[in-house]
């Protein structure tokens, strides 16, 4: 096992930091994160909180990556030629401080707002990975191109292919980046970019997530996103068998 893999899988597995708290798990509200081939095998817990992000909720992510190729110093999520490029799958828990007291992701009358709920992955993609990768405002490309809403059972879903900002770049581009991500990504192989790639690159990415709501003001989401490619798409139905039996009963 390599070092860099290694530290990744310390990083991972010691979250949340000290100092923060999982408020899904405080609820008693677990969210298992089951591993698919070619997955690092660990699950981060990281709170960001309304104060910081300055949005009008709270938001857990639980989540994995893709493992670190042998001999590789980073996850296969910076990897242009893997399926996992910019993949990370799991579940958010969404905290709503909305005035009307509303679940994050529906309307007052408790109908599904899509449009709210993809609220949390353009945060997510935009600020809280690529950003904290050193991303610049000018490259933060999270664009919703198509969705198909439905439901299953107690869930609410919404099919979507969007462009993201790859979290792939050379570290002399990244503007003031969280150090501690590298812990968990690694620090980008140079050949990752070669051939005329920018860093940060817009990504074509199609995925599923599934919301309902969990307590008061509470929604939990599952679901994944992937490259808008064969190898892609098949690792996106990998996700979804391995999740819907954990989630689609509760």
């Known amino acids: 096992m390599g070092l860099q893999r290694q530290l990744a899988l310390l990083a991972m597995n010691a979250t949340p930091l000290p100092g923060k708290t999982n408020f899904l798990e405080e609820l008693g509200i677990a969210t298992p994160v089951p591993p698919v081939p070619g997955s690092i095998g660990a699950v981060a817990h990281e709170p960001f909180l309304a104060f910081n992000t300055k949005r ?27 399926p996992w490029y910019n993949v990370f799958y799991g579940a958010y828990g969404v905290r709503s401080y909305k005035r009307d007291g509303s679940p994050w992701g529906f309307k007052s009358d408790g109908r599904p707002d ?28 999270f664009e919703v191109k198509e969705v198909t809403q439905g439901r299953e059972g107690a869930w609410h879903f919404a099919d979507v292919a969007c462009v993201i900002p790859s979290g792939l770049h050379r570290v002399e581009d990244a503007q003031a980046p969280d ?27 199609r995925g599923r997530m599934y919301w309902r709501p969990v307590a008061e003001r509470l929604t939990l989401v599952w679901g994944g996103l992937c490259p808008d490619t064969a190898a892609g798409q098949g690792l996106m139905r990998a996700i979804l068998d391995a999740m819907t039996p954990v989630y689609a009963g509760r």
């Open 114 to 141: 899509v449009d709210e709920m993809l609220e949390v992955p353009r945060l997510d993609y935009n600020f809280l990975t690529a950003g904290e990768l050193g991303c610049p405002a000018s490259r933060m490309c």
């Open 56 to 82: 009008m909720f709270d938001l857990l992510v639980a989540f994995t990556i893709g493992d670190f190729p042998s001999g590789a110093g980073c996850s296969d999520y910076f990897n242009p030629r893997s």
């Open 179 to 205: 150090l501690t991500y590298y812990a968990v990504f690694g620090v980008p192989e140079e050949d990752y970019l070669a051939g005329g790639r920018e860093s940060y690159e817009p990504v074509p990415m």
